[in-house]
């Protein structure tokens, strides 16, 4: 059964986009479908403008996901991420999983550093011959080190343009609540997978959770992130971007498998 490459789910969530509208919003005829459909597109548009336009904020997401098993049987594995960014040029993400496993990744403009805690070992990648940003260093974290990284697209500032092209259909959903907020919920769909959106309303159109079917995966598993404690005005000092190894850590190259949960017995996304 092939493994779950989870270090581009929100890559393909939104480069690739994707989610089919529940029943009751593609019934109507064209003009309803049509309308539904802008009316969607402009809450994702808004939501994608705001965020690439922040320069800075901070926000925990619990996440959880499928992974199917040779067996045919969905496990859900999961992790808490705590992400501050500040643009143009600095980024932490903190990772604790389920099972306990601390680690995480940090970006001060430079030096790309990832750790893992329990193993007691990190990797770095410096950038000082070429010093770049956020957008930068996340595409190099994915594509040339290849390293998982779950919500990237998240804090890349290209995210209208990657929401555009990738959607294909899209439908107005309904007005909803998520942990007591009001939100606008729509549904997208694109080649690989669907998703859906709930967006907070009001004058911060914050993501308050999604949802990934990935549609051309045997089992059609799912990928899902709660938002919470956004802060677009965090106290981000220099030193919270500068990774200080602890006692005994040992540097090694960087390895897909390096962050991983270990002695799951399951068989686990990347």
């Known amino acids: 059964m092939k493994r779950i490459k989870l270090g581009m789910l929100f890559a393909w969530v939104l480069t690739l986009l994707l989610v089919g509208a529940p029943l009751h919003a593609q019934e109507g005829g064209t003009a309803d479908m049509e309308k539904s459909g802008e009316q969607a597109m402009a809450v994702a548009k808004r939501m994608a403008e705001f965020l690439s336009k922040a320069q800075s904020f901070s926000v925990t997401v619990d996440t959880g996901f499928d992974v199917v098993q040779d067996s045919g049987q969905k496990i859900e594995f999961g992790e808490i991420r705590n992400i501050v960014l500040r643009r143009p040029d600095h980024l932490r993400i903190d990772e604790t999983k389920r ?26 990648d410096a950038r000082t011959d070429k010093p770049g940003t956020v957008d930068e260093a996340i595409a190099h974290f994915i594509n040339d080190l290849d390293m998982r990284l779950p919500l990237a697209e998240l804090v890349d500032s290209n995210l209208p343009k990657m929401l555009e092209a990738g959607v294909r259909e899209a439908a107005y959903v309904e007005q909803s609540q998520i942990a007591g907020v009001p939100c606008d919920h729509i549904a997208l769909r694109g080649k690989k997978a669907d998703l859906q959106l709930w967006v907070a309303q009001g004058d911060q159109p914050l993501p308050c959770r999604l949802v990934i079917t990935y549609t051309r995966e045997d089992g059609r598993p799912q990928y899902w992130a709660q938002f919470s404690d956004w802060n677009l005005s965090p106290k981000a000092p220099n030193s919270l971007f500068v990774f200080t190894p602890p006692k005994g850590a040992v540097k090694i190259a960087f390895s897909p498998r390096m962050i991983q949960p270990v002695g799951t017995g399951m068989k686990e996304g990347k």
Not at 104 to 117: E, Q, R, S
């Open 99 to 124: 099972n306990g496993v601390k680690g995480g990744m940090m970006f001060d403009g430079k030096d790309l550093v990832v750790f893992n805690l329990k193993a007691n070992v990190y990797a770095t």
